[in-house]
């Protein structure tokens, strides 16, 4: 399984070539026949070097129909080769799917016959779907499908193994170019009425955090009272959880009620601006973790 | 005209000294007391306060533009150097509405003073 290691296809067909051929060879009839492996070796030599090994795979599996390799030799090549660490280690998702192939063989062997059909052509569609995805995303991978489809086919009849092929041998996901997409605008706004705050965001449904004290009233004028009245607490704690999920976002919309008194409006800023209780940013912007220290002020009701 | 949006670097604080000896140029203080409004410690607005709460009166407000204000405020970007816009310091009391300083800041930001800070007097420092 080293050979996928290899940087040049023309090596890496050989290398497999050697690999199935000795393979096919260990097995009882009926054999790998040599002109599939053939077809499949130049099917992949002309295709993407990304494709390649999953082409020769796919063709290999089918043209392997019956041999032992979809037997127990085939869990055998599964497991040693996640024992030995001799395969691609640097994705998640290469992990994810060699368990998952094992998986596959255990949740197979479990089932009655009649339902494995239909299992594995579903698991196997769940497969092919996670690792476009991860293509998609800029993962290269080769092995995954072959894993998946000898897991897979072990279950089955010879009559199946088309249905699994057609799934495998689908257009595989066209890997786009890196692009930075921009994170989505988290269009925080936080209207402060008589009644206590409603905050708004793009991703949230509304929060509304009512008066500590009916109608918000503030007696005697001081801090104390400003923050017995409101809810700021409860503000910074929304506060909090969307910088979470939007660290780099700064602004917030503020929307007073036009009688709301000023100290109320510059301690919601305060609130809004910056968490005390976390560290310090980089930028030494804020005291503590800064959380959206520019302020948008709306005229908001008359 | 409403909602009106009013773009804020917000520096805030209670009561926060001043920083005192900071050219003029940079800066502005609008103190909006209980009976007035004043600028760089010159008064410039008589506020109606026969309500018992203090109130733009209606001959100085042209919707939210305070007009002796503006005339003030547009006087002061003369005595500005350097390209820089200068930072309005809004001082007003804890009890002051914000109607009022919507109407403040909306008229600095006509006469092109965008940027504010902004202290509460009266509330103890923390």
């Known amino acids: 399984m080293s050979a996928l290691r290899s940087p040049f296809p023309a090596l890496r067909s050989l290398l497999w070539l050697a690999w199935m051929l000795s393979a096919c060879a260990a097995t009882s009839a009926p054999t790998c026949d040599d002109a599939e492996i053939i077809t499949a070796l130049a099917a992949a030599d002309a295709a993407p070097a990304d494709n390649q090994v999953r082409i020769v795979m796919g063709w290999l599996d ?10 127990e030799r085939a869990s055998v090549e ?18 994810t799917a060699c368990i998952g192939g094992t998986d596959v063989l255990d949740e197979l062997s479990d089932l009655p016959d009649e339902k494995r059909a239909a299992h594995a052509v579903d698991r196997c569609g769940l497969e092919r779907l996670g690792i476009d995805t991860e293509i998609a995303r ?22 199946r193994q088309g249905m699994i092929m057609d799934i495998l041998r689908r257009p595989v996901a066209v ?33 509304d955090l009512p008066c500590k004290q009916k109608g918000c009233t503030i007696e005697p004028r001081d801090i104390q009272s400003v923050r017995a009245a409101y809810d700021f607490e409860g503000l910074r704690r929304v506060a909090k959880k969307l910088k979470d999920r939007h660290p780099a976002e700064k602004n917030v919309i503020i929307v007073p009620h ?18 005390p209780s976390g560290p310090a940013d980089a930028d030494g912007e804020c005291e503590g973790r800064c959380l959206f220290p520019y302020v948008v002020l709306a005229g908001g009701a008359p | 005209m409403r909602p009106m949006f009013l773009i804020l670097w917000a520096n805030l604080g209670f009561a926060d000294p001043l920083e005192d000896g900071k050219d003029a140029v940079d800066a502005v203080h609008v103190v909006v007391t209980a009976d007035a409004i004043a600028v760089d410690g010159k008064k410039v607005v008589t506020l109606d306060t026969s309500s018992g709460i203090s109130r733009i009166k209606e001959t100085d407000l042209k919707a939210h533009l305070i007009e002796p204000l ?24 804890p009890e002051t509405r914000f109607h009022v300083l919507r109407a403040v800041m909306s008229t600095a930001g006509q006469a092109e003073l965008g940027a504010f800070k902004f202290v509460v007097t009266g509330m103890p420092v923390e």
């Open chain 1, 175 to 207: 890997r786009p170019e890196p692009t930075t997409v921009p994170p989505e605008e988290l269009n925080l706004a936080v209207a402060i009425t008589p009644s206590g705050f409603r905050v708004t965001a793009s991703e949230v449904d509304p929060v």
């Open chain 2, 70 to 93: 503006f005339d003030h405020l547009n006087g002061l970007r003369g005595e500005t150097s350097g390209g820089q816009t200068p930072v309005v310091t809004l001082e007003a009391l």
């Open chain 1, 258 to 275: 036009g009688d709301l008194e000023y100290v109320v409006v510059v301690e919601s800023m305060n609130v809004l601006r910056e968490d």
């Open chain 1, 138 to 159: 800029g993962w290269q991978g080769d092995l995954v499908l072959y894993i998946t489809a000898v897991g897979l086919a072990q279950g089955l009849d010879a009559s």
């Open chain 1, 78 to 95: 599964i497991r040693e080769a996640i024992a030995r660490e001799d395969v691609r280690k640097d994705s998640s998702a290469w992990n």
């Open chain 1, 62 to 71: 089918l043209a392997c129909t019956g041999t032992e390799l979809r037997g």
